[in-house]
T-cell receptor, first 112, second 112 residues
Framework: KAGVTQTPRYLIKTRGQQVTLSCSPI?????VSWYQQTPGQGLQFLFE???????NKGNFPGRFSGRQFSNSRSEMNVSTLELGDSALYLC???????????FGSGTRLTVV | DAKTTQPNSMESNEEEPVHLPCNHS???????IHWYRQLPSQGPEYVIH???SNVNNRMASLAIAEDRKSSTLILHRATLRDAAVYYC?????????????FGGGTRLMVKP
């Protein structure tokens, strides 16, 4: 059974650019969440989607957005990149309810 | 989500049991206790979760205090591959838009 797949694994962008990260959840998982991990702030929740609807959103500026497609695949977008957006972005999928989340290996974004 | 308190770090010897404590004195009746771990250069990995009763799976055991204000993750025989940051997280089963609120976790070091 394939795990959660995130692409790309590494990305270097320039300040002011925008970026789109992709996440393919485990087959059958309808809940997809995104997290940002930095050395200073640790793991922080960005947003969660279930059946193409955003159910929950973390405390991040509007430059961070996401969406989920009918096949449960999800993308997150960051516009007008800032140096502080450099981080590991993790996607996690779940069947929903109280089941555990399966995380991908993440996309490491570096903004220069 | 209610907060959890964990020691910053712990050390263990290989092949010995490890007891990782977590305090959650403000836990509510609908909060599940989840444990995740994050190995170096990987995304978090689900370990175990429970509500009131002790739980066992192939990875670990979860012992929950009778008043639910604390819990302990038990690794029965630590291996070098168990060296990771372990996160204790409370998830409200009433919240449809589930998210994981990560604290600092406990960094487990395993000595050969």
């Amino acid at each position: 059974k394939a795990g959660v797949t995130q692409t790309p694994r590494y990305l270097i962008k320039t300040r002011g650019q925008q970026v789109t990260l992709s996440c393919s959840p485990i087959s059958g998982h309808r809940s997809v969440s995104w997290y940002q991990q930095t050395p200073g702030q640790g793991l922080q929740f960005l947003f969660e989607y279930f059946s193409e609807t955003q159910r929950n959103k973390g405390n991040f500026p509007g430059r961070f957005s996401g969406r989920q497609f009918s096949n449960s695949r999800s993308e997150m977008n960051v516009s007008t990149l800032e140096l502080g957006d450099s981080a590991l972005y993790l996607c996690a999928s779940s069947l929903g309810g109280n089941q555990g989340y399966t995380f991908g290996s993440g996309t490491r974004l570096t903004v220069v | 989500d209610a907060k959890t308190t964990q020691p910053n770090s712990m050390e263990s010897n290989e092949e010995e049991p490890v007891h990782l404590p977590c305090n959650h004195s403000t836990i509510s009746g609908t909060d599940y206790i989840h444990w995740y771990r994050q190995l170096p250069s990987q995304g978090p990995e689900y370990v175990i979760h429970g509500l009131t009763s002790n739980v066992n799976n192939r990875m670990a055991s979860l012992a929950i205090a009778e008043d639910r204000k604390s819990s302990t993750l038990i690794l029965h025989r630590a291996t070098l591959r168990d060296a990771a940051v372990y996160y204790c997280i409370l998830r409200d089963s009433n919240n449809a838009g589930n998210m994981l609120t990560f604290g600092g976790g406990t960094r487990l070091m395993v000595k050969p």
